[in-house]
């Protein structure tokens, strides 16, 4: 069993940075992939970013590209979404899921963390 706690989220203002963190407990994450994905009042969940526990491979949604930015630190198992240039349009509840690869069900997801961004 694999418990996933997400911190980091806050009230920022346009442009403002913040860092989310994404920490894994439980066993190893070695075979997985570890995605964030948020969810504004009203709207459906939406994919932003994807990391492979090696962290050799990314992805990203469109809309963050060049503003956002994943990484893992392996040894404190811990996945992160560097998100800077925040627009208002970002303010959601943001969630990390693992999967095992290559399956695309996901095996275990966080709480989620509140990221609000005042215009």
């Known amino acids: 069993q694999v418990h996933l706690v997400e911190s980091g989220g806050g009230l920022v203002q346009t442009g403002g940075s913040l860092r989310l963190s994404c920490v894994a407990s439980g066993r190893t994450l070695s075979s997985y992939k570890v995605d964030w994905f948020r969810q504004a009042p009203g709207e459906e969940r939406e994919f932003v970013a994807g990391?492979?526990?090696?962290?050799?491979?990314?992805n990203y949604a469109d809309s963050v590209k060049g503003r956002f930015t994943i990484s893992v630190d392996t040894a404190k198992n811990t996945v992160y979404l560097q998100m800077n240039g925040l627009k208002p349009e970002d303010t959601a509840v943001y969630s990390c899921a693992a999967k095992i690869m290559p399956n695309v069900a996901y095996d275990y997801w966080g709480q989620g963390t509140q990221v609000t961004v005042a215009s």
């Open positions: 990391i492979t526990w090696s962290g050799g491979r990314t």
